[in-house]
């Protein structure tokens, strides 16, 4: 009996010669890798939600990837009646690779940007699905301080602040389709949107929307950008669908949620030193046909 393709039809007159050419053109495969691996319609789903190894045992199969790297921080805050900027998204990457073989593919998931530096805050950590696809990491906020950077370049760019009206630009790796956006007054950027959306009531900015993968067979927003503080209780701008957090209100920034690559809220202050949110780390997802 002779072994088919995938597409059903005989290769080489309707057999093969070796098992290895069995398995690499008819359609055999098998892979390992990942935090979770589930079965979606006929598919698998590898998602790595800290970095690893994507390792390939024998055949082919063109895989769907999406990237999305480590989200800046949010601004700080200090001396009075100031505020931080949002923290860009780390960028967000999705695509279907020409047929990948036998091998071990490095994945790498970038870290949220975590650190006080003060005048402007850190970005965030690329994250990386082999040689096949990298995204950048996210824009630090500019922090609201007598003397304060702006905001930093990345897959998404950090905002400005109170004290600083420069804000960082998006696409950090010269992608297309674009990996992310700019911020912008006092947002960060988000995956499809710039930041600095006013509320209807004019009075927070919003960090700019990210966007959304159905990659897992379920439809989730990712990287989306950091609000700017906000000197009332309540929370300042809020974050961009992807789980970008809001600012502080009057306090700390919010930190973006983990594996889903959002900027950091911005902090506000009365007085004291206040950090921005941490971002949000990264994640690799890779699907297949089984």
């Given amino acids: 009996m002779s072994v088919k393709s995938s597409r059903g039809q005989t290769i080489m007159g309707g057999g093969f010669r070796n098992l290895t050419a069995a398995n690499e053109y008819g359609g055999g495969f098998k892979a390992i890798g990942g935090d979770t691996v589930v079965e979606d319609d006929g598919y698998m789903?590898?998602?790595f939600n800290a970095s690893g190894t994507f390792k390939i045992f024998y055949g082919k199969r063109e895989v769907q990837w999406l990237v999305v790297a480590g989200g800046g921080q949010g601004g700080g805050a200090t001396e009075g009646n100031r505020w931080g900027g949002g923290g860009g998204a780390g960028g967000f990457r999705t695509a279907t690779s020409t047929p990948l073989g036998t091998g071990d593919y490095t994945i790498t998931v970038g870290g949220g940007a975590n650190s006080w530096t003060g005048a402007t805050s850190p970005s965030g950590s690329v994250s990386q699905f082999g040689s096949?696809?990298?995204s950048s990491g996210g824009g630090g906020a500019a922090g609201g301080f007598n003397t304060s950077g702006g905001g930093q370049n990345g897959g998404s760019g950090g905002g400005r602040s109170s004290t600083n009206g420069s804000s960082g630009s998006g696409n950090a790796g010269g992608y297309s389709p674009a990996e992310g956006t700019d911020g912008n007054s006092s947002g960060g950027?988000?995956?499809?949107?710039?930041?600095?959306?006013?509320?209807?009531?004019?009075t927070t900015t919003n960090g700019g929307q990210g966007t959304a993968s159905s990659i897992t067979g379920s439809s989730v927003y990712y990287a989306g950008g950091g609000g700017r503080g906000q000197q009332t209780a309540t929370l300042g701008g809020e974050g961009g669908g992807g789980d970008g957090q809001g600012g502080g209100g009057a306090g700390a920034g919010q930190a973006g949620t983990a594996n889903k690559g959002g900027g950091g809220g911005g902090a506000y202050s009365f007085a004291g030193n206040h950090g921005g949110g941490a971002?949000?780390?990264?994640?690799?997802?890779?699907?297949?046909?089984?």
């Fill in 45 to 47: 789903v590898h998602t």
């Fill in 132 to 134: 096949v696809a990298q």
């Fill in 189 to 202: 950027g988000g995956a499809t949107q710039v930041g600095g959306n006013d509320d209807s009531g004019g």
């Fill in 279 to 290: 971002g949000g780390s990264g994640v690799v997802i890779l699907r297949y046909r089984k």
